[in-house]
């Protein structure tokens, strides 16, 4: 599994049991549907484990997933207000689409990279690419560095063993 960084919120840097590990996809068959929860049309997550048991029967296949590592979480109007000052751009898309075009660039992107090439990409589709300018922002670059610490070859070792644990313990309490 490719992981990513889905945000500080129970992410890498979390005790092991505390992190949560989410897997976005567009499966629609019964099966992936009975172990997911929709997110928005044409989006569902489902747990690793999920996601495992799925590629394990032979229903979906490893690149059917975006796999994300924690996630990001903001009090009661904040979001509001980061939108307001400029930290995001909102922009209308096909969530079917907009979830393949990240899967699709997931495929070749460099974790360590922390999403910055896929964020680069996705901005010049909108046609705000020149709101990126020519050098990456001190916090893109902040991102950068702790994925590279915390996306590395060992960390993603030790990601992939209390996964594989956690999805053994799952096997053997029958759950």
């Known amino acids: 599994w490719r992981m990513w960084y889905g945000g500080d919120v129970q992410g890498m840097t979390s005790p092991r049991p505390m992190q949560e590990v989410v897997c976005l996809h567009a499966l629609t068959s019964p099966q992936s549907q009975s172990i997911s929860m929709r997110v928005i049309d044409g989006i569902n997550w489902t ?3 999920g996601a495992n048991a799925l590629v394990k029967a032979g229903i979906a296949k490893m690149d059917d997933f975006w796999v994300l590592v924690g996630y990001a979480g903001w009090a009661p109007g904040q979001l509001a207000a980061e939108i307001e000052r400029g930290s995001w751009h909102v922009a209308a898309a096909s969530s079917t689409t ?8 997931s ?3 460099d974790t360590l990279e922390a999403g910055i090439s896929v964020w680069t990409h996705l901005m010049n589709k ?3 690419g020149q709101l990126i300018g020519d050098e990456v922002a001190f916090e893109d670059l902040m ?3 702790w994925a590279r610490e915390h996306l590395a070859q060992e960390s993603v070792e030790r990601i992939h063993s209390s996964v594989e644990t956690a999805v053994a313990r799952h096997r053997i309490g029958g759950g």
């Open 107 to 109: 495929k070749t992107a």
């Open 98 to 105: 907009l979830l393949q075009q990240l899967m699709n660039q």
């Open 143 to 145: 991102l950068r560095e």
């Open 47 to 49: 747990t690793l484990e």
């Open 126 to 128: 909108m046609g705000k």
